[in-house]
Structure formats: C-alpha cells, structure tokens
C-alpha cells in the first residue's frame, strides 16, 4: 500500500536466548577475541611520563590497567599505594617509552611525593628497569598512535599465507576487509576476481607478516591452484612490485605477538590417525601422514581407498592444528568413524585396517593432551563461520561435547549443513553480539523470520522512494536506473564513514559506547551504509529513543533524500520513526555534518574524513554549554526536540509473559508544540534532554511541575544553571533547599582533583558520601557533569540523599558559571 512499508523481524539476541531457553558461551571462552580487543599496552609495561607538577621532568610509570585509549598509571616508587593513580589518554598526555628521555636529552626526576622514599635515583631506576617491558613504541609516537593494533590491518595491507593444500610455499594476500580481526584475503595478482578469496583470523598460525618466508627459508610461489592464471614472468613482476612497496603496506610485526607458538611434532611418515578435513568437518575419518616437511610441519591425506579417485583430501599440520586424533579416539569417545570411501563393509575395524595397508598407528605421545575445561555445555549458543560458505556467520548450538570439541549444530545458513566439528580454540566461532559489535551481518536463524509480512504505516512524503530492500537488490544486480545514483562508474557510490572517538560526543552520546564503536563503516550503498550508522549511534545513546526522535523526518521539513525507518529500544520499550538518509555520495559529507550538529556533537565525530591528530574543529577545549552555543541548534526551545508537526515515532509496549511474535505495535504522536511542552532538561546530562514516554504520565507531570518551579527560580536568580530541577519530587517541602545561598570558590572546580571534591563534600552535611567520591574517582570535572539520574544510579542512592547531594554540586555548578565560566 501507498505510504506503508514492509517490517521484518529484526533478530535480537537477548530476546532469541529468553525464548529458546538457551544461554550464551561465556566470553572468556572466546581467547582469540579477548587478545583481538587488547589496545597493545598490557598492566605491567613501562612508560616514561611528564610528572604533572612539572612538565619538564619525566619519571617512569607502570601501567595498572587499560581501558580503550585510557590507561591507568602508578609512578614507580609509589609502591602497592593507589591514592596516586591517575588516568592518560594515549591520544593526548606527554608518554614515551622506556629510553626516550636519555635518547631525547630530557630530566628524569623523582615527583615531589615519593622524593623522600628515594634517596638514590640511578640505583632505584636500574633496580626496577631491570628486565622490565616497555610500552610499545609504535603505539605511542607516530600515526599509530593510540590506536587499537587490530586496526593497523587495513584494506591493502599485505601478508603472507602459507600453501596449506599443497606445500610449505607461501603467497602475498591483500587484505580486502578487516571484520573484527577477522580477515578476507585475496592473493596477490588475482586483484579482479574473488574465486580464491579466503577469510581467515589475523592469529591464524599461517598468516604472517611479509617477510615471513625468506626468513624461515620458505619460497614465494603462487599456490598451484591459481599458477596457471598467469605467466612466470607475470608473478616474477608482481613479486617485484611487491618488495618494492612493502614499507607503506605492511603490518607491524607486533600485531602478530600473540600468535600460537608452533612446537615440535614427532610424526612420521606412513603413520594412520583419525582426522576431520577442516574444509569439510563434519565426519571423523581414517587419515595417514603422507609427508614430513620439517620437525614442525607435516602433511596428512585423508584415506580413499577407491581406485578411481580424484583429487585427494591433504592438508599441512602441525602438532597443534585441531581435528586430529589417534587411533580408537571415536570409540572411546561412543563416536562414528566413517570408513574410507572403498571400504569393504560398514563395520570398520582399525586392527584389521591397519594390518590391511600394513602401517602403524601414531602413538599418543604423537599428540598434545585435550582439556574440557573451556566453559562451553550442551545447548549454548553462539556465532559460527559456515565452513561451506565462509561469508556467512550463523547462529550455533552447541549440540555435543568431547574433550576440546564442539559439535555445533547451525542455524540460518543459506544451505542446510551438517552437524560442524570445531575445536574450542577454532578461530571461527565468536561470542554472541561478536557480529553486530563488528557490524557483519548475522543470519537469523529461520524460525525467527516472519513468514506472514506485517505491514506497519508509516508516515512518509508522497514522492516516491525506494526501500532499502529494493536498493540492496538492486546493488547486486545492477538493475536499478541510473538516476538512482546507487553506482557510479561501478564503483559503490558511498565513501568509508568513520567514527572519530576522539571528537566531542555531546549530551545524547555515551562517550563510552561511541569508543567501542568499529574504527568504520562502508565503503557501499548510501543508503545502507548511513543506516547502519546511524543505528550504531542511536544504539550508543544514552537514550536511544531520544536520539531517534533527534533524527526523525519532520512533517514541515524540506525533503531532500531517502526515508528509512530506524527502531530503538529503551526501558523495554521499542521504538520506530522514519528518518531521511541521502541518496548520492556528493551529498554524504554535508549530511554527515548537519546530523552531528542536530545531535550537538562535534562535525567531525563521524563522517568521510578521518580525524588523525587533532580535530579541525578543536572540540577537545570546548564545553558542552559553549558547543551548544557555538552551533546556536536552539535558544528557548526544547533541547533534543525538533520543532512542531506530528511524529512517527513509533512504540511498542513490552507485554510480560508475551513472546516477541504476538507483540503488537501502536503509535506514539508527538504533541504540537506549546508553552507547556518546554523541556529544561540540561544539555550536559549523562542521562540524555528529557523525557521520551509521552505515555509515562508520572515522569511527564513531574517534568511540568518542576518547569514551572524553575522559572521561578530564574526569574529569582537571573542565572541560567544547569541542574537537573525536573527530576525533584513534586513537593520539595521536605528537604530545604535555599538555591540562592551563595557559594564563594577559591579555585576553579574544573581543575580540582579527587582530594580536592572530597574535601569539598566533607565540608558540607553530605560528608558521609564522600567516601564514595574517593572510591569511584570523581575529580571537578566529573563532578559537575553529576545529575540527579546519575546520582541515583552510579552511586546506589535513596531519593533523599540524592537530592540533598545534588543541592551542592548546583551551588558548585553556580558558582563556577558565576566566577570561572567567563
């Protein structure tokens, strides 16, 4: 129907566990994805630091703890005391490693604090220097900097991949995408055509750096398979190439650190093991070791006894590669070993079978010991890779456990598959939400796609759009008309959007979530690729339905692009509203800047350039108040709420004991504009600006009672403040609270530290909180971003004590707009 559009159900972990009962594979069993989140620093490492006291003195610090960009620090002297701990930024503080400043001929001093416990520095440096790592250098000067390692493999950088079908030799891969240190790779020399490509992790112990082969005396050949594409003088000339450019396409060798240590195998030649082909691990199978390279690899064929048989099933191993095992492991384990295509008889005996061909059994010492400690059970779930089809990652059930494998059963795969065996140290299984983290489409498992299409109106112009459906079709087929400026000269028609984590994130954003962000998205479709983006950052609000109402298409508005419908979910509430999105890519700039703005972050948080140092906008210097004043988005109305006109937003209420299939949607209207409607909401609130739920009378007549109450207040004061009056009970007769009584300040509460507000608080009748101040690390600047909502939350406070609290950081917040904000 005109003015309507089809709704899929959307997959969602969370309520997919609930309704199957099912429970999720523990995170830490996932160690490949624990090591690809590591920043590079590790607590422990060694740094050289700018003591803060004077900024021409150095002395060394030992890292506690990382978080993102942040790292924790302990001067060294300070010992097990953490009173002096503090935080850097890696992007920003004055870091170098160990040896810079003798290199750079700056002071290494002794801070004034631990002077006295350090009578002798060159004896105490060499003491704790001794054997001691130090930070990465790479990770703290130059365009590393800062950055998460894993993101050093962009598309282009090169490597080297090991020949595992057919020989030790290695080729050059290019790295075509980066999905979460998950790689796909094509060999270099085949740049137009796909047919080889492999998706493998960067931890795979047959990736390397260039370089790699020459130093472990392996040659670069081209694999057999794809040889005969080319002359020899062809993959001479591109080896060339190669070397030539292999400075400004390689990876650091650093990133490649946590790689499995490969050891010594004691196979030989003519010995008979049980095997899975990873290519095909769905049965165990008789396997003999065809080949021995060298003490650490060795290459097994899978056993095919028929006479006529094509190309066999080899693959090179290593002591450590997973799916093989000795002799009689099936049926000690009560599992099925198929026999070898051409066996006489369903029956297969290894005692005759091995007298049969004459060979021997590997002995266990051949191979390493297996562990069911891991913390995978029976019936979890989580994401796999189809090895049929390694484009897809499916949902998976853990259907059986042996030792240190899974059998896994998936679900949603284009193609049915069977039962999959994988070890629990695969580098192809994922934790849940590993997919939407990496923003890489998981398939749904089958049950949860709506068979019967919902149709759901929504309101939209008159002029005719396309869906996104028919547009990602389209992308595939080339099939749409030109003058849909979907390609342009086959090239997909949207740049790499990226996410500048550095960059001001504003009132609407979680800091902390905009930082787990991916690095970008794209390159592709405009239309699908701002979608997504626009989701991550709905999604790393602090209210998310509050963002989607930021980013609606206003009635009144101009119409300029492509209306999509984006959906949000906050408080167990659901949330729909059309949003428009750009079409062209000579559009996708503006778009990018004008959304960041209407969200009261920096133009640059995201968009097609890359912030490298420093943001054109110098964002890092301003304030929320001063950045919202910089744009001049409102001056009376509303924060966070676009003018007039009726919304589409839409919501759906969560039922209990209803699952998501019987849920039905209703639609929620914005109200037309009226002096009522003003929210007070502050633009610095962690929390968001105001309410969403028109349908949560309580928190709407509270809001109304406290506007009122604030007018009062600034018609009394004339000074505009920043607290969060709309979340104070109705009646505030309880708790005195004099607004108006002055706070004189002897210095300017953004440079105070912890000490500083916990001496603050304990001068004050809320000395009994301040304990927590201490505890949580709260400095000046923290403390005036504290509101109510957070209040409560983050400290675990009863209304009362809350408010009261909440009293004195406004006379702080007051007095600091009064003296310092000048």
Not at 104 to 111: D, E, G, H, M, Q
Not at 318 to 330: D, K, L, T
Not at 444 to 459: D, E, M
Not at 729 to 742: F, G, L, R, T, Y
Request: net charge neutral; glycine share 6%; charged share 25%.
């Amino acid at each position: 129907d005109a003015g309507s559009s089809v709704e899929e159900m959307e997959f969602n972990w969370d309520e997919y566990l609930e309704d199957t009962g099912a429970t999720a594979a523990p995170h830490g069993s996932f160690k490949h994805v624990d090591t690809s989140l590591q920043n590079g620093f590790a607590p422990g490492m060694k740094l050289e630091v700018a003591v803060k006291s004077d900024q021409n003195t150095y002395w060394v610090a030992t890292i506690i703890t990382t978080c993102g960009q942040l790292l924790l620090l302990r001067y060294d002297g300070y010992g097990e005391d953490r009173k002096a701990d503090f935080w850097c930024d890696i992007l920003t503080a004055d870091l170098h490693p160990i040896g810079w400043c003798e290199q750079n001929k700056k002071i290494l001093k002794v801070p004034e604090g631990i002077k006295d416990k350090i009578p002798d520095q060159e004896e105490f440096l060499q003491r704790v220097l001794k054997g001691a790592c130090s930070a990465p250098a790479n990770l703290l000067e130059g365009l590393h900097r800062g950055k998460n390692p894993l993101d050093l493999i962009a598309p282009g950088s090169r490597l080297e991949l090991q020949n595992i079908r057919d020989s030790l030799e290695a080729w050059i891969v290019n790295v075509v995408e980066n999905v979460g240190g998950r790689l796909k790779l094509r060999y270099e020399g085949l740049e137009d055509s796909d047919k080889f490509d492999q998706w493998l992790f960067y931890l795979d112990p047959f990736l390397h750096q260039v370089g790699w082969a020459a130093q472990h005396g392996y040659s670069l050949q081209p694999p057999l398979a794809i040889r005969s594409l080319r002359s020899e003088a062809d993959w001479q000339e591109i080896l060339k190439k190669v070397k030539e450019e292999e400075e400004e396409s390689s990876v650091p060798t650093d990133l490649f650190k946590d790689k499995p240590v490969i050891g010594v195998h004691s196979f030989s030649e003519g010995m008979k093991l049980e095997a899975v082909d990873p290519m095909a691990p769905f049965v165990i199978c008789p396997a003999t070791v065809l080949k021995v390279y060298n003490d650490k690899y060795f290459m097994i064929e899978i056993d095919d006894l028929r006479p006529e048989r094509g190309t066999s099933q080899r693959y090179v191993c290593h002591v450590g590669s997973a799916g093989i095992f000795p002799v009689q492991w099936s049926l000690k384990n009560g599992l099925h070993l198929s026999p070898p295509p051409g066996y006489p008889g369903q029956d297969f005996d290894w005692a005759d079978y091995l007298k049969q061909c004459g060979a021997e059994a590997a002995p266990q010492s051949c191979f390493p010991s297996l562990t069911s400690d891991h913390g995978f059970k029976e019936n979890m779930k989580l994401e796999a890779v189809n090895p049929v089809d390694p484009e897809e990652v499916c949902i998976a059930t853990v259907t059986k456990l042996k030792d240190s494998y899974l059998w896994l059963q998936l679900e949603g795969s284009k193609k049915p598959v069977p039962e999959c065996i994988v070890s629990v140290e695969s580098m192809n299984i994922f934790p849940v939400g590993w997919c939407e983290t990496n923003g890489y489409q998981l398939r749904p498992p089958r049950k949860a796609i709506v068979n019967k299409q919902k149709k759901i109106a929504v309101v939209q112009p008159e002029k005719q759009i396309l869906s996104s459906r028919t547009v990602h079709d389209g992308l595939k087929n080339q099939e749409l008309n030109s003058s849909d400026s979907v390609v342009i000269n086959g090239k997909y028609c949207c740049p790499k959007i990226y996410f500048n984590h550095r960059c001001f994130s504003g009132p609407y954003l979680n800091k902390g979530r905009i930082a787990e962000l991916p690095q970008s998205v794209g390159p592709g479709n405009c239309v699908l690729v701002l979608k997504e983006v626009l989701t991550l950052l709905i999604n790393a609000a602090y209210k998310p339905s509050r963002v989607l109402r930021e980013l609606q298409l206003d009635e009144e508005a101009a119409w300029h692009g492509h209306g999509e419908t984006l959906k949000a979910k906050y408080k167990g509430k659901s949330y729909r509203a059309t949003v428009e999105v750009v079409r062209t890519a000579d559009r996708v700039a503006d778009f990018c800047r004008k959304t960041c703005i209407k969200l009261e972050c920096c133009p640059n948080l995201f968009g097609p350039q890359m912030v490298l140092d420093k943001c054109s906008e110098n964002c890092s210097v301003l304030t929320k108040t001063k950045y919202t004043h910089y744009y001049g988005k409102r001056k009376n109305k509303r924060i966070g709420r676009p003018p007039g006109g009726h919304s589409n937003l839409e919501v759906a209420m969560k039922k209990p004991n209803k699952r998501r299939k019987r849920r039905k949607h209703f639609f929620v209207h914005k109200k037309k504009r009226s002096s009522t409607s003003v929210d007070n909401t502050p633009a610095g609130s962690p929390q968001g600006s105001g309410a969403e739920e028109e349908d949560d009378q309580d928190e709407s007549e509270l809001s109304h009672s406290l506007a009122q109450d604030r007018d009062k207040r600034k018609r009394k004061l004339r000074t505009f403040s920043f607290s969060d009056d709309e979340n104070k009970p109705p009646s505030p007769k309880d708790i005195k609270m004099e607004v108006a009584e002055k706070l004189q300040l002897d210095s300017n509460p953004l440079e105070w530290s912890v000490a500083d507000v916990v001496r603050f608080l304990k001068s004050t009748d809320c000395a009994p909180l301040a304990r927590i101040f201490l505890d949580q690390e709260i400095d000046g600047q923290a403390l005036l971003l504290l509101t109510l909502p957070t209040v409560q939350e983050c400290m675990d406070l009863k209304l009362g004590p809350a408010i009261k609290l909440c009293h004195h950081i406004e006379r702080v917040k007051l007095a600091f707009y009064q003296q310092f904000a000048n």
